[in-house]
């Protein structure tokens, strides 16, 4: 499991686009169940998984 998501991670690393980036994350079916059971560090719904470059998800 841990190293699909590393996968995950090194794949929306080189997204640049914030919004492309989310929504390879949060709206492929695959990648929310990789990262359903990750708790998140922001209260922020629409964030990321953390590590990914974007600003919201940076802690």
């Known amino acids: 499991m841990e ?3 590393a996968e995950v991670r090194r794949k929306a690393d080189s ?4 919004r492309r ?6 709206a492929v079916p695959l990648n929310q169940s990789l990262f359903a059971d ?3 560090e ?3 719904p ?6 990914q ?3 919201r998800t940076q802690g």
């Open 21 to 26: 980036r989310e929504r390879f994350l949060n």
């Open 3 to 5: 190293r699909a998501r």
């Open 15 to 18: 997204i640049a686009d914030p």
């Open 42 to 44: 922001s209260d922020d």
């Open 46 to 51: 629409a964030a990321t998984v953390r590590d």
């Open 53 to 55: 470059g974007d600003a």
């Open 38 to 40: 990750v708790p998140s």
